[in-house]
T-cell receptor, first 117, second 112 residues
Framework: EPEVTQTPSHQVTQMGQEVILRCVPI?????FYWYRQILGQKVEFLVS????????KSEIFDDQFSVERPDGSNFTLKIRSTKLEDSAMYFC???????????????FGEGSWLTVV | QKEVEQNSGPLSVPEGAIASLNCTYS??????FFWYRQYSGKSPELIMS????GDKEDGRFTAQLNKASQYVSLLIRDSQPSDSATYLC????????????FGKGTHLIIQP
């Protein structure tokens, strides 16, 4: 079964450093997403990406964050000047089409656990 | 502010019984509703989606939607210990929005 893969599975970084989280969405999927989940909290939408541009972003997704699809397979989330409160599990996800219109499943990767110290 | 509310539990159900999970949402314009299962430390896994009022059944799972009451529920029949997990309710508000608003989840424990 095709799956969304994420690297690294766990990263520890010092406060103020930049991190890049990487994702390989399912190959025929066109919509890509990042969500995060702070330990013990709800899953929160960060951003969606389609046709090489941001389709929608939440209030959380401020100038500290950016996304990129540098080649035909990878989808990355960059977090600049990391803060302690950025510690969370970051989930990449993808869907074949826009879920809300067609009901296609959003497939989540296994997550990248970011610890900022 | 769009809110999705769930009872955090834990909800303890004997094996073989019916587990009933509930969710309310604040945005009356919401159009798409989803139930995800999340095991500890793992990613959410889609269980059911529902878009119109009424019931939708898939195997042991039944999703129920009442838009007038802004209420979504998930029934799990013949509960198994492997069903023990946190169940997340997620809502999409429609109107071109891509993102899902998740509830905090209900922790379900199936007692053998």
């Amino acid at each position: 079964e095709p799956e969304v893969t994420q690297t690294p599975s766990h990263q520890v970084t010092q406060m103020g450093q930049e991190v890049i989280l990487r994702c390989v969405p399912i190959s025929n999927h066109l919509y890509f997403y990042w969500y995060r989940q702070i330990l013990g909290q709800k899953v929160e939408f960060l951003v969606s990406f389609y046709n090489n541009e941001i389709s929608e972003k939440s209030e959380i997704f401020d100038d500290q964050f950016s996304v990129e699809r540098p080649d035909g397979s990878n989808f990355t989330l960059k977090i600049r000047s990391t803060k302690l409160e950025d510690s969370a599990m970051y989930f990449c996800a993808s869907s074949e089409t826009r879920q809300v219109l067609t009901g296609n499943t959003i497939y989540f990767g296994e997550g990248s656990w970011l610890t900022v110290v | 502010q769009k809110e999705v509310e769930q009872n955090s539990g834990p909800l303890s159900v004997p094996e073989g019984a019916i587990a009933s999970l509930n969710c309310t949402y604040s945005d009356r314009g919401s159009q798409s509703f989803f139930w995800y299962r999340q095991y500890s430390g793992k990613s959410p896994e889609l269980i059911m989606s529902i878009y119109s009022n009424g019931d939708k059944e898939d195997g042991r799972f039944t999703a129920q939607l009442n838009k007038a009451s802004q209420y979504v529920s998930l029934l799990i029949r013949d509960s198994q210990p492997s069903d023990s997990a946190t169940y997340l309710c997620a809502v999409n508000s429609g109107g071109g929005a891509d993102g899902l608003t998740f509830g905090k989840g209900t922790h379900l424990i199936i007692q053998p």
